[in-house]
């Protein structure tokens, strides 16, 4: 077995360790990954002037959001609650994009009273932004760039069918508006999905900001949004980030040069800096022998990782107790009352009752989109930090499952 692949312990802490202290099921992060994925965005993005943006969503733990921005990032906030927890963590206003979907205007402005940049997401959007600010508001607009990319047709959001931005080919449309309402337009942004492998995809995307950009003269970043594919096994390609920064950078290069001035270039990625970081550490409460298939059931579910039943996502697991076993095949399957097959057909050295498993790629889309179903508790969250395992997220206890319900006396 491959222990670089399978660590055991992370910065010296060991994994069963942390168990132990904290119980299972667990999610764990490590720090330093995390920054070390920071790192090489910003060396590939050297030759500009790059702000990373990072995307909330993926894991909003404070304590994360405390360690990203300490690495030198901002962050891209999708709900008024991202904005207000991000300013926990202690960014400042102007270091946090938002970027809403189709929310209602009062979150619209309850953000520009937070002093945050409001990415318009739509015309009527533009027009309401504009009757209520005029220009006094700078603002950026989300273009969709019609491109179809991603690994997975849930996150793809950058096609011509998708809810998302305002269509390039509305570009006519948008410039008029601007012009009506006389808007403040300082940033053009684009994501189109998740889990891109393609450089190119990233250059399309960017190109068409660039194209775009020449009828807004007040532009002060260019925003290329975040999807940056990282590998979930052995082998498994994951976008080349030197080559990405590369081809954007030049190309952005060149832009501003046509433009007449210097911007920033930003960047949202999600993935990219904490899906490698997380490990979901599990028990295996039963193996369980049927004439076709043996299952692994473990003590958790498609209530604290939905990924694999969400977008047929590849987790790659191990066994932290028996690394040395004899190797059978296995469905590793959750408690919930529904089909939760977190990882299907894995050889995996003999799985004993009692073994820890360990779930990788777990840091990003893992404990944000937990959930309680099958009135089942979150786990607890841990981060590794210059080699010491921090309780980050304690685990719910019953209290906190029924604190907000309102219990009728009949
Ligand atoms: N910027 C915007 C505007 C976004 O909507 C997203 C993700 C990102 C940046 C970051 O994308 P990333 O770098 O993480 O790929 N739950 C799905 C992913 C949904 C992504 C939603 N938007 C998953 O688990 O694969």
Known sequence: MNLNLHPSEIQGVSLESMAKEFGLPLYVYDGEKIVNQIRSIQNAFSEVPLKIKYATKALSNISILKLIRKAGAGIDAVSIEEVKLGMLAGFDPTEIMYTPSGVSFSEVQEAVELGVMVNLDSIPLMRQFGEQYGNRVPACIRINPHILAGGNAKISVGHKHSKFGISIEQLPEILATVSSYDLNIVGLHVHTGSDILDAEIFLKGATILFDAAKDFPNLQFIDCGGGFKVAYKDGDPATDMKEVGEKVSKAFLDFCDQYGRSLELWLEPGKFLVSESGYFLVEANVVKETPTITFVGVDSGLNHLIRPMLYDAFHDVYNLNNPAGNENKYHVVGYICETDTLAADRVLPEVRQGDILVIKNAGAYGYSMAS???????????????????????????????KNQVSLEF
């Open 372 to 402: 309680n179903y099958n009135s089942r508790l979150r786990p607890a969250e841990v981060l590794v930090w210059e080699g010491k395992a921090h309780l980050i997220r304690k685990r719910e206890s019953f209290e906190d499952l029924v």
